[in-house]
């Protein structure tokens, strides 16, 4: 059974956006409150490369400088149902380079694991993956609301006010990598910040997601999961079971975008960032294909992209990747 889950799992992250949530009492986004064992903050040339091995300890090689991953957790206000949003902090903590991490529709801070680890041999850097409400160690929204990509937004925009641009700092860095879903929102983060992000960066996302791949996802979602088979995929993957069942409703995505005959277009949201934007790509991804690729490298002339051989839905993070991540971010 568990392999029916998997195997659709794997086919949810080859043909969507895949990467397009408990709570308590409102409070000021920038407060911070601390827990006694947790605290609480609130066109350039194509590369191509053989993906390497996922284990981060021979990536690294080098003596790390930073500090290691550590779970903290920043309040959220929400009138009828406050909650905390999960987020992992390494590297160095009074860092100017800041990499903040968004995970897939239905992934968690933990595929971040080596992007945490690459970066701790880099001085003046720090990196952040958080956990959307409803997935990983984040709490669920239980039957006040609904899951969808504004609750998302909302919830990500006020962790970046209140845990991240604190402190006056005048020369942070702050570069988005967004995976999927993550992806899009980070398209979306531009509008809000504008010049305080540095930098996005787009795990196989464009700025045009088919209406074939949604639709592939949410038949195999629903044809294939039965009900325990969801209760199974859910723990499994430490994601509401309802988060499992909102992203299927027409009004999970209720950001504005742009449709035509072929899909979603987020090209918009966009529109004015003057920042570097990164793309990486699967050669065999269904989501993000070369022809998308093209047609962001048309709308963003400074776009640029590696492809990662051989890989699907959402690209890989290895030893190459992580170099042009880093690359990215200019350090």
Known sequence: MKKKIFDVLMEIRSEVIKSMQ????????????????????????ELKFVPLEDNPEPMLGA????????????????????????????????????????????????SFSIIHAYFLKFENCKVI???????????????????????????????????VLTGGKAHQRITVLGT?????????????????IYGIILNDIALTVNWTSLYTLYKSMKNDLGFREVRELAKDLSVDQKAISDVQLPGHFDLSYRADVWGMNFHES???????????????????????VEGAKSFIPHLQTLEVANA??????????CDFIQSQMGV
């Open 22 to 45: 408990p709570s308590r009492k409102q409070m000021n986004s920038s407060q911070v409150t601390e827990n006694q064992d947790d605290e609480i903050a609130t066109c350039e040339p």
């Open 129 to 163: 993956s958080v956990d959307f409400s409803g997935r990983g160690e984040s709490d669920f929204i239980g039957e006040h609301g609904a899951y969808k990509m504004s609750l998302y937004l909302s919830d990500i925009s006020q962790l970046i006010q209140g845990a």
């Open 180 to 196: 999927s879903m993550g992806g899009v929102l980070a398209m979306y983060l531009t509008q809000i910040f504008g010049k305080k």
């Open 63 to 110: 003596k790390s400088v930073g500090t290691h991953p550590k779970t903290h957790y920043f309040q959220i206000p929400d009138e009828d149902h406050p909650r905390k949003i999960a987020y992992t902090v390494s590297g160095d903590l009074d860092g100017e380079n800041i990499l903040i991490c968004l995970p897939g529709l239905l992934e968690t801070k933990e």
């Open 270 to 292: 966009l529109e004015g960032f003057k920042g570097k934007v990164g793309l990486i790509y699967g050669s065999d991804s269904k989501i993000c294909t070369k022809q998308r």
């Open 312 to 321: 699907g839905h959402p690209a890989p993070f290895n030893l190459l990747v």
